[in-house]
């Protein structure tokens, strides 16, 4: 049966996450000195607290749906007993006490924002990955036990962090790249160049690091006796219309990396920039579109049972 509320919440949490740890990694990596200020070319400062208090929130609404759902109640009838006995005496409760903590610390960080941007932005992503980190306990990857469950574990942990700095990255170069037209001077139209250009390398890591984890969490989930069946069930279905997603995002990200960033430069020095600006934002906000369409996906394949659960 599809749960909308459950895919919705998780959609709300990989996304939210993933801002969180992804625009703070971005800062790092990709901007400089005052460029990573508070109140910067991103605004960095109130994205990230935003990203902190809606975490937090759906944090909350994520506990007690879960908790109504294994008392068999509705949401308005979940008791304190029953979140205590997640919280105290499961894995998942756990990694939420672990999520909730790193969200805090993110957002006592956002305040060193103003004063020492390298180190607060440094605590912010740390924070920001343990807390996306922490959502592999609530999915696939602790079906398994043994040295096999450790890997699957740390191949979903993996997969999360690589699609945040991804993710994170899209969401900070749309922030560069749609800026209102008279705050774009040359200086941030050199700033959102460099910043593109410097997400190409780490950009080819991070889709090398997706494939590799997605590998082993296929093997695991699916299992090589199950590959040709896949079109035959919804599980298989979603997972098929979630790898052509991703292999359309790869794509736009190839054409962005060897052609449209590369058109942007030459046109800096004659200052003829619209067009090839309108191709980036363009190719940008599709790519990001993917990403949102291949998140809900994954949100939904959390909720249904994977082939090799069955055996």
């Given at each position: ?7 919705i919440?998780?959609l ?23 460029e ?8 960095l400062?109130p ?19 879960l ?67 922490s ?30 700095i ?7 170069l ?18 959102s ?36 069946k ?21 794509a736009?990200?190839a ?7 590369p058109?942007?430069?030459r ?29 809900a ?13 069955a055996?």
């Open positions: 049966m599809f749960d909308a509320s459950a895919v919440l998780r709300g949490l990989y996304l939210d996450l993933m801002a969180l740890f992804g625009i703070a990694a971005f800062a790092l990596y990709a901007l400089r000195g005052d990573r200020r508070f109140d910067g070319a991103i605004a400062g994205w990230l607290w935003v990203s902190t208090v809606l975490g937090t929130l759906l944090s909350l609404g994520g506990l007690l749906m908790a109504a759902g294994m008392a068999g109640v509705s949401l308005a009838s979940v008791d304190l007993a029953s979140v205590e006995l997640i919280v105290g005496a499961t894995s998942v409760g756990a990694a939420w006490i672990v999520r909730m903590a790193m969200l805090l610390l993110a957002f006592v960080a956002v305040l060193a924002l103003r004063r020492r941007p390298a180190p607060a932005l440094s605590l912010v992503a740390g924070a920001g990955a343990i807390a996306l980190a959502l592999a306990w609530g999915g696939h990857g602790t079906m398994d036990e043994g040295a096999v469950g450790w890997v699957h574990l740390t191949a979903d942990i993996g997969h999360l962090l690589a699609a945040g991804w993710v994170g990255a899209l969401l900070a749309l922030l560069l790249v749609f800026r209102r037209q008279d705050l774009v001077d040359r200086d941030h139209l050199i700033l160049h460099r910043a593109l250009a410097g997400f190409s390398l780490v950009g080819t890591l991070t889709v090398a690091a997706i494939i590799l984890s997605g590998l082993v969490n296929s093997w695991l989930l699916i299992g090589p006796a199950n590959i040709l896949l079109p035959s069930s919804l599980y298989g279905q979603l997972l098929i219309a979630k790898l052509l997603l991703f292999g359309a995002m790869a736009l990200a054409t962005n990396r060897f052609r449209l960033v058109q942007f430069e046109s800096l020095p004659s200052a003829d920039h619209r067009a090839a600006l309108r191709a980036l934002r363009r190719s940008l906000a599709i790519e990001t579109g993917c990403a949102v369409a291949v998140l996906l994954v949100a939904w394949l959390g909720t249904l049972e994977p082939p090799m659960s055996m």
